[in-house]
């Protein structure tokens, strides 16, 4: 049990917190009757889904992609080769010692979407709240029930 433990849980701490964020914003949407509630169950499952991912792009020893001028020495640059004509010749790019924006670019879209959708979601449920006088998930679908019955 021990070296289970060891073997898998230590070396990979962040993903198995991600997981259990996950899981109570999932409980959170699938256990509780309160629309705000289960809004902020999705928020919180959205934002483990983004550490996530985030944590996946995470390159060791890696820089960020800026290519300065000078040729520095123990970087990610080597020294050019040659050129034909005496002409100098760009640095060789390493692409291991860079971190990839993408993913992170991706998640910030992600951030502003999910915002933006949390901000509709909002605004439905208080549209829910003056239709209907309460948030309760099983009030709500008994009055439209009933008033389905009356028609």
Do not use: C
């Not at 914003?25 to 991912?53: C, D, H, M, P, R």
């Not at 020893?61 to 990610?76: D, F, K, N, R, Y």
């Not at 605004?123 to 028609?151: P, S």
Request: glycine share 6%; no cysteine; hydrophobic share 50%.
């Amino acid at each position: 049990m021990l070296s289970f433990f060891q073997e898998t849980i230590v070396p990979h701490f962040n993903f198995w917190i991600y997981v259990v964020i996950m899981m109570i914003g999932l409980w959170s949407v699938i256990a509780k009757n309160n629309l705000v509630k289960k809004l902020i169950g999705l928020s919180i499952f959205q934002t483990a889904i983004l550490l996530l991912y985030v944590s996946l792009a995470v390159k060791e020893g890696a820089t960020i992609p800026v290519i300065e001028s000078q040729v520095l020495a123990g970087s990610a640059h080597t020294e050019p080769p040659a050129a034909e004509g005496g002409k100098k010749a760009l640095p060789v790019i390493n692409p291991d010692g860079y971190a990839n924006p993408l993913p992170h670019v991706l998640m910030l879209t992600a951030i502003v979407v999910g915002v933006a959708t949390l901000g509709v979601a909002l605004a439905l449920t208080q549209m829910i709240y003056k239709d209907f006088g309460t948030l309760e998930e099983d009030e709500v679908l008994r009055k439209i029930k009933a008033l389905h019955d009356d028609v």
